[in-house]
Structure formats: structure tokens, C-alpha cells
């Protein structure tokens, strides 16, 4: 109980230092703007060759758009977050502070990760909410399954908070964050490359009818960190599409793996740092 | 049950041996000023007390616990050279965050907090942000922060560096308060003065070696002041 306690108020800790930080609302407001900006999305008349279109549709492709970038913003938020919360522990004495107490350093990482993800998350989830309310009062359309494509994402945070807390144990501060947005990217172009040759409409183009779909995608983007096929899941949550995995290995699955294995990890490394 | 106890602890980083198989055993009530020239080894040595550095060979036990079982530090306070607060942070939200981590909350941490806030001298300053702290100020959180536990043990690294001669009196006036309870001090200083005044004992670290281990009252009967026996100790051959 007591060691539950412990991490509980780390946990607490983390979310009130990342909320002292002047980034944390900077970061917000530009993302709640953009999503206002949104807005005039849902109500214009589009009209294609002469024709009106209907405007439940465009706002539930607006609102779908949104998702995507929504959940991006919120991997970008999570590693800058991620990126110095250890650092910053390590900095201003809070490190040898709390490990100066009867606080394991399984317990430390624990509620240093949780606390990160949670602020990750909300961020994510505050503006995954905006686009649910706005496609509904302003669009008139809704996206039911819009939160369980939100949580979906959240497990990508997790591993994003993984990683980027483990590179900054041992990189310098712009190089672990460049090496994180390394990992992301790849995952992004290999998984968006899939996610495009798999989609109905160049399957439509480049398939015959009936002939069966191939899959040859080399072992190594089969077992990359798919962080934007989970994105890519969610959406296909959203439009009550059938999704196409990469390989035997679900991204859920793989990301979560990911996620153990970096935490794994950095509990080691931080077991063995001096402070 | 000794509450502090170095067996042949040695601490090598690399090439270099920062502590070199130093035995010393800390009984219970005992203050003992940790003496020593600039990196003779003994914040390496408080360093392995708390497990932020753990010994390249040997035991280091604290509280009858092996140092690297976090249970061992459940009644120590502890005082870093160099401390900082996270200039957001008031005294009283950073000894409550203090609390906290020690299993303390409600109406007897919020007790203990004022009544160590009274104690340091913070009480007027406790809701502001540590940003607009002197060194003082900060110094003497630390302190508040240190004792927040009612601790067992108190290890001082460096507790006066920064402080002016109202401060490090009060620091002292603080830890003389602390002898009737029989809280067991280890105590790093370059302020040898200090340490004559408030500890009942002293190890002497040169080299990482340890050089001299004696009471107080031996020492300054062999003549001269700490300062000299010091001296004498760390430029013998």
C-alpha cells in the first residue's frame, strides 16, 4: 500500500511540475486554435463539378482529419513532455530528492511514466473531445467511436513516453529527441506506405476484380514500433472499416510490447545511474 | 543495532578510487563530522548511504538494512550539497511533497510542516515560490525538509555552504536540538569550526582513505585545535 502511495505521489508530482511549465498551455492553446479554425471546415458549402455536397459528409471527413491530427499533436506533446521529465528531475535536485526516500527507482520510473502519459493523454483526449462535440453541434453529424480511437492513441503515447524518457537518460537533449522523432517517422512513412497501397481505392485501381491482395513487406518494417498503424487502426474503429495489419502481430499488441519492453529498459538503466 | 555502517567500502570509477575500503561504524545519538579536502571521498561516501552510488566492493548498511534496500531509508532525512528546490515550488507545498513520499499526510504532516517551518525560520516566506529564495532560504527548506520524518539518521552534506553567521548558527542551534532524541548526525563540513562545536566525533577521509576516527573531546585533548589536527592528518605523508 505504501509503495502504491509512493508512486501516486509521484505521479502527482509529475502532472504539477509539467503544469507550472509556461510550454504545457503554449502548447494547448496553438492546438485549440487550430481546432477552432476548424470550424469554418464544417460549414462551408462545398460544391464539386456543379454539385452540392452534403454537408454531414464533408464534416465527418473534417472531423476524421481532425482525429489524425489530433493524434499527432499528442505525440508531439508527449515527447517534449517524456523528453524532460527525467532530465528535469535530474536538474533541479527532485531526482536525489525523492530517491532519498524510501521510494524504490522501479517506483520512481513508474510514476514518472504514469504521471507523463496521464498529461500526454488528457492533452490528446481534451482535443480528441473538441472534435467529437464540434462534429456534432456544428457539423450535425457524430463519430460514436471517436473516444475508443482517442484510447487506441493513447497507447501509442505510452510508448512514445517509454521511449523518449529512455533516450534521455542517455542522449543529449536535442539528439534524444531527434532520435525519437526517428523511430516515430519511419513508422509513419513504412506504415502510411502500407496503409495506401492497401486502401480501397488503389486496390480498386491496381487489382483486377477477385485477385487476391499480396503482402510482401520486408521482416523489419513488420517488426517497427507502429505507432501510425495504431493511428490508422483507430481510424478505421471510426469508419466502421476492416483493417489490414502489417504482418502476424496486431499493432495494439505491438506497440504495448514495445511500450513493456522500453520500460523494462529504463528501469534497468535508471537501477544503474548514479545520481 | 549500529545505524551506520561502512565495511570495507571501496568506490572505484575507472581508473580512479574515489573511497578505498573504508570501515566506519556510526552508533546511535553519535554526531560525527565527516571531514576531508575536496574530493577526498566523502559525499561519495553519503552517496553510498542512500544507494545513489552503490560500492564497487564491500557493505554499506544503514539503519541494520543493507543501503540498497529502500526500507533502509525510511527514517533518514538527508541534505545535499548544492540543494535546489524546483523554483515553482513554495516551502510549504516542497515539504509536503517531503511528507508525502514519507507515508505522512492530514492534520499531523500539516503539523509537522508548520512546526518545522516555525523551527528553520520559513514560516513568513513559506507560500512564496522558491524562485524568489536566497541561498538561505533555499539552505534552510532543505533543512525543514531534511527533519520532515522526525528522521532516525540525518545525513548533512555540507548543510551550512551559503549560509551567513545568523543562519549557520541557527543550523546549529537546529541539530543541538536533536541530540536529546538521540538522532544519529553524520555531518560533512569544510567548516571545521562548525564541526567542533556541534559533532561529538570525527572521521577524518584523505584520499579516500580513512585516516582518523575520534571523539571530539580526545582530539582537542591532544592539543591544538581541529583545524590543526585536521592539517596534521591530510598533509601527512
Known amino acids: 500500500m505504501k509503495k502504491i502511495s509512493s508512486v501516486i505521489s509521484i505521479v502527482r508530482f509529475t502532472v504539477a511540475d509539467e503544469l507550472h511549465h509556461k510550454s504545457f498551455f503554449a502548447l494547448l492553446a496553438v492546438c485549440v486554435l487550430l481546432i477552432i479554425a476548424l470550424r469554418g471546415c464544417y460549414r462551408s458549402g462545398y460544391v464539386v463539378n456543379g454539385r452540392r455536397l452534403d454537408g454531414i459528409a464533408v464534416a465527418w471527413h473534417t472531423a476524421l482529419a481532425a482525429y489524425h491530427a489530433v493524434a499527432v499533436f499528442g505525440l508531439f506533446a508527449a515527447m517534449i513532455f517524456a523528453n524532460r521529465a527525467l532530465r528535469r528531475d535530474r536538474d533541479n535536485g527532485t531526482a536525489r530528492f525523492i530517491l532519498s526516500r524510501p521510494v524504490s527507482r522501479l517506483h520512481y520510473c513508474a510514476g514518472k511514466v504514469i504521471g507523463t502519459w496521464i498529461i500526454a493523454f488528457a492533452f490528446m483526449f481534451l482535443l480528441h473531445a473538441a472534435v467529437f462535440f464540434m462534429t456534432l453541434t456544428v457539423g450535425g453529424g457524430t463519430l460514436p467511436l471517436l473516444p475508443v480511437a482517442s484510447l487506441a492513441c493513447g497507447i501509442n503515447l505510452a510508448f512514445i513516453v517509454c521511449l523518449f524518457c529512455l533516450l534521455s537518460t542517455a542522449l543529449a537533449e536535442f539528439a534524444s529527441l531527434a532520435a525519437g522523432a526517428a523511430v516515430v517517422g519511419v513508422s509513419f512513412i513504412s506504415d502510411s506506405i502500407h496503409a495506401v497501397v492497401h486502401s480501397s481505392v488503389v486496390q480498386s485501381a491496381l487489382l483486377p476484380a477477385g485477385s487476391p491482395q499480396t503482402f510482401t513487406a520486408s521482416w523489419w518494417r513488420i517488426a517497427w514500433p507502429k505507432v501510425a498503424a495504431l493511428q490508422y487502426y483507430g481510424a478505421s474503429l471510426i469508419k466502421g472499416e476492416a483493417f489490414v495489419t502489417m504482418g502476424p502481430i496486431h499493432p495494439l499488441a505491438n506497440v504495448a510490447i514495445y511500450a513493456v519492453l522500453l520500460f523494462a529498459i529504463l528501469v534497468w538503466r535508471i537501477e544503474r545511474e548514479e545520481l | ?237
Open chain 2, 1 to 237: 543495532m549500529t545505524p551506520i555502517v561502512f565495511e570495507h567500502a571501496t568506490k572505484r570509477y575507472g581508473g580512479i578510487t574515489a573511497v578505498d575500503a573504508v570501515s566506519l561504524h556510526i552508533e546511535e545519538g553519535e554526531f560525527c563530522a565527516l571531514l576531508g579536502p575536496n574530493g577526498a571521498g566523502k559525499t561519495t561516501c553519503i552517496k553510498m548511504l542512500l544507494d545513489f552510488t552503490r560500492p564497487t566492493s564491500g557493505n554499506v548498511f544503514l539503519d541494520g538494512l543493507p543501503s540498497t534496500a529502500p526500507p533502509a531509508r525510511s527514517h533518514v532525512g538527508y541534505l545535499c550539497e548544492n540543494f535546489l528546490i524546483p523554483p515553482h515550488l513554495s516551502a510549504r507545498a516542497y515539504l509536503k511533497r517531503a511528507a508525502a513520499l514519507c507515508g505522512m499526510s492530514g492534520a499531523s504532516a500539516a503539523r509537522r510542516i508548520d512546526f518545522l517551518l516555525e523551527l528553520v525560520g520559513m514560516k513568513d516566506r513559506c507560500a512564496s515560490p522558491a524562485r524568489t529564495y536566497s541561498k538561505g532560504m533555499v539552505q534552510r527548506t532543505g533543512l525543514a525538509a531534511a527533519l520532515v520524518n522526525a528522521p532516525k539518521i540525518l545525513l548533512l552534506d555540507e548543510p551550512v555552504s551559503g549560509l551567513d553567521p545568523i543562519g549557520i548558527r541557527d543550523v546549529r542551534r537546529v541539530l543541538e536540538g536533536l541530540k536529546p532524541d538521540r538522532v544519529t548526525v553524520l555531518l560533512s563540513s569544510h567548516l571545521l569550526s562548525e564541526a567542533e562545536k556541534v559533532c561529538t566525533t570525527a572521521a577524518i577521509i584523505n584520499r579516500g582513505k580513512l585516516a582518523l576516527r575520534e571523539s571530539m573531546e580526545n582530539l582537542l585533548e591532544k592539543g591544538g585545535s581541529l583545524e590543526d589536527i585536521f592539517m596534521q592528518t591530510v598533509q601527512a605523508p
